[in-house]
């Protein structure tokens, strides 16, 4: 418990103390209150937006006399009340005006701005917040789909069940729903020997599926506290049944539709035109003297180093590439060479996706032709089932898409892009909506991450709420940095010419390709090799 207001304390001790009493985890924040007059203590809001402050940059108070004060830090991020958190660009100033008035001879904060929160330093900033996931549902699979939010420690079984009554974030809209009433409301989520209890009220469907949908939701979003192993949904004190039955608490084992497994696929490397199945072991086991080099288990037509950037179909049957001039895309398979029909330059590097469409970027004939998709399921060789389709993006219109990857729920595509001169980088994430065959036709709202970078290249997914781009932050060169969909940054050691990034099938190893053709693999803070003279490519899964 912090220390409250000392007796006679100058008015910038009373702001720091403040600002440090905001900084405890009772919860309440009762001692934060007591800086302030009994007027302010009652319209303050903790859970309004948190600035969070560079340590490393001192605060600066100003007085302008008469009571009035001026705080000012440097901005690293800003965590909103619903939990979103937005990094700032690196040097960003923040600033706040407060009011202080004597209150029986003692100083006392008397107005805060609108929407004031807590001032926390970066330092605090992980004692204090934690990042989890709220989930959805998706619109055509009812896959679990999850959001990373940003909240304080206290109370988080009712701030978890509180978030689910959200509307579905804008980036997501049109690719998942949410199964939880409009109406619903909550006030405290009470967790016993391991059981949390969620008393929703509001008017809830009757249907076997919809009442499993919202057990999934609830389940699998405030299970994930150490604390929870057993959830238990009720509505006005009565249990909510689960897909029509009668149920007791739920573990979100329990809830998770069971998915058939997908053999792993291992990786190919290309050495000149040669390309082989590489076993993904070998791989991992790095270059070692006297070590004979990884063994075939399947090989490939010949592609010649001109076509660049291989992407492997998720069966392993299939593989794409483009042409040097970025003006072509082929498909491989069965030993024939296919070309997609499409109008594009600039052509990105292609991915596929677990259900078998091939993404790419390029510079269409319309500003707003930024985005294809192919039905890699159908047959290459009919030009009208295997052509590539536009998919409409608004926010890249005009722009030039560097990289596009799609998440493993096959959900959200994460995309790289800047503007036509090749400024303006931007790392974004972005719910894929589909049409009725189901077959992608725009994606929603952007969420853009990663604002502290200034530039940006080759991206993948990591898991299911980070991503490894290949990015720069001010002047410098590309390196390898980590991106949570909840908004942080996270630098990696660097890389000589690092010129691509993926990941092994099915794991979460960082795997780096330089312009040289070296292929490393993260090991801690180190770069171990994995192979040399080679391209490399991995299927999605």
Not at 221 to 243: C, F, H, I, K, R
Not at 407 to 414: C, I
Not at 461 to 485: E, F, H
Not at 497 to 516: H, P
């Amino acid at each position: 418990m912090p220390p409250g207001p000392q007796p006679g304390a100058e008015p910038a001790d009373i702001i720091r103390g403040f600002l440090r009493a905001g900084t405890a985890s009772d919860g309440n924040y009762d001692v934060a209150r007591t800086f302030l007059t009994e007027a302010a203590a009652k319209t303050w809001v903790p859970d309004n937006d948190a600035v969070i402050y560079d340590k490393e940059t001192p605060l600066l108070l100003t007085d302008f006399g008469a009571g009035q004060w001026r705080l000012a830090a440097t901005q690293i991020a800003r965590i909103e009340t619903d939990g979103r958190y937005l990094p700032s660009v690196p040097g960003s100033p923040v600033a706040a005006e407060l009011t202080l008035t004597e209150v029986e001879g003692q100083w006392r904060i008397a107005s805060l701005p609108d929407g004031f929160g807590r001032w926390v330093s970066s330092s605090d900033t992980d004692r204090l917040f934690s990042a989890y996931r709220v989930f959805y549902l998706a619109v055509d699979s009812g896959a679990a789909v999850p959001d990373l939010r940003w909240f304080p420690q206290d109370h988080l079984p009712t701030r978890l069940a509180k978030a689910l009554l959200d509307d579905v974030p804008a980036y997501l809209v049109g690719t998942v729903r949410t199964a939880i009433p409009p109406d619903a409301t909550v006030e405290s989520v009470p967790t016993k020997a391991g059981v949390a209890t969620v008393d929703l009220t509001g008017t809830f469907s009757t249907t076997a599926s919809a009442r499993r949908a919202v057990w999934t939701q609830v389940v699998l979003t405030v299970a994930q506290l150490p604390e929870v192993s057993e959830v238990m949904v009720q509505s006005g004190g009565a249990t909510l049944d689960y897909a029509g039955k009668p149920t007791g608490p739920l573990t979100p084992a329990e809830v998770t539709p069971a998915t058939s497994e997908t053999a792993s696929v291992p990786p190919v490397l290309r050495k000149g035109s040669t390309v082989v199945q590489a076993n993904a072991r070998d791989l991992l086991d790095g270059e070692q003297p006297g070590r004979a080099s990884p063994q075939p288990r399947r090989t490939y037509p010949a592609i010649d180093p001109d076509w660049r950037w291989l992407a492997l179909g998720p069966r392993g049957d299939e593989l794409a590439a483009v042409a040097g001039d970025g003006r072509e895309l082929s498909r491989w398979r069965n030993n024939n060479q296919y070309e997609v029909p499409v109008s594009a330059a600039r052509i990105s590097r292609p991915a596929y996706d677990s259900r078998g469409v091939l993404w790419f970027g390029g510079v269409g004939v319309g500003a707003a032709q930024r985005l294809w998709a192919v039905d890699a399921t159908a047959n290459p060789a009919d030009a009208k089932a295997a052509r590539a389709r536009a998919v409409a993006a608004r926010w890249l219109t005009g722009r030039i898409v560097v990289a596009v990857v799609p998440a493993s729920d096959d959900e959200r595509l994460a995309v790289v892009s800047t503007d036509a001169k090749g400024h303006g980088t931007r790392v974004d994430i972005a719910g894929i909506v589909r049409g009725r065959d189901r077959f992608p036709t725009s994606l929603a709202a952007p969420l853009r991450v990663g604002t502290p970078l200034s530039g940006a290249g080759d991206i993948t997914w990591i898991d299911d709420t980070s991503v490894a781009v290949l990015g720069a932050v001010g002047s410098a060169a590309l390196r390898p940095y980590v991106l949570s969909v909840g908004g942080q940054l996270t630098g990696l050691s660097a890389v000589p010419r690092a010129t691509a990034v993926t990941t092994l099938s099915g794991q979460r190893d960082v795997v780096v390709t330089s312009t040289d053709n070296v292929i490393r693999i993260r090991a801690g803070n180190e770069w171990v090799v994995l192979a040399r003279g080679s391209d490399f490519a991995v299927a999605p899964g």
